[in-house]
């Protein structure tokens, strides 16, 4: 069982479009996460919810917007796609006060062209 | 927000040699402290960690060291093999969870 899983795995979409990640979690965590990474490999927190409640949202354009129906599922929407937008984005999901790990979906590399 | 810095940004060592990567956190609430490896084209994924409450954690070639008081921590990894080689990331955790990432050491080991 894949315990972090996001889709599609690729995406190649011009600019201007919208578009959408999904991301759902098997483990019974109360935390999701989205991250950036770039092409130099920086991991940069987008957002994280916690119990469906946005906790943190960096300096994300507002173009950029989380959505979670239940505590499972943090999908990523993306309005008005840029060529800088193009990445790979993670999906990651932890359990509150635990201080365990962060366990990563698969990623997904979206390509703006 | 925590800041995560890390440093060298890339390491290349000769098989067998040892590695370390050095991490420094600003917020001293932080009492979490996982280190993540990522192979390319790969998940990043956990493999030492550490908490406020532990100096220091091995595990077989892999070992963390945390100083609470400077707020920095160290991964070290001895007798390296070609397949130790990919992008390694620290990160730091406090209250409320949030998952801050250092930027990134790739370590290349040459055989």
């Known amino acids: 069982d894949t315990a972090v899983s996001q889709t599609p795995k690729y995406l190649v979409t011009q600019m201007g479009n919208d578009k959408s990640i999904k991301c759902e979690q098997n483990l019974g965590h109360d935390t999701m996460y989205w991250y950036k990474q770039d092409s130099k490999k920086f991991l940069k927190i987008m957002f994280s919810y916690n119990n469906k409640e946005l906790i943190i949202n960096e300096t994300v354009p507002n173009r950029f917007s989380p959505k979670s129906p239940d505590k499972a599922h943090l999908n990523l929407h993306i309005n008005s796609l840029e060529l800088g937008d193009s990445a790979v984005y993670f999906c990651a999901s932890s359990q509150l006060e635990a201080n365990t790990e962060a366990f990563f979906g698969q990623g997904t590399r979206l390509t703006v062209v | 927000g925590e800041n995560v810095e890390q440093h060298p940004s890339t390491l290349s060592v000769q098989e067998g040699d040892s590695a370390v990567i050095k991490c420094t956190y600003s917020d001293s609430a932080s009492n979490y402290f996982p280190w993540y490896k990522q192979e390319l084209g790969k998940r990043p994924q956990l493999i030492i960690d550490i908490r406020s409450n532990v100096g220091e954690k091995k595990d077989q070639r892999i070992a963390v060291t945390l100083n609470k008081t400077a707020k920095h921590f160290s991964l070290h990894i001895t007798e390296t093999q070609p397949e130790d080689s990919a992008v390694y990331f620290c990160?730091?955790?406090?209250?409320?969870?949030?998952?801050?990432f250092g930027t990134g050491t790739s370590l290349t080991v040459i055989p």
């Open positions: 990160a730091a955790i406090g209250p409320g969870n949030q998952f801050y």
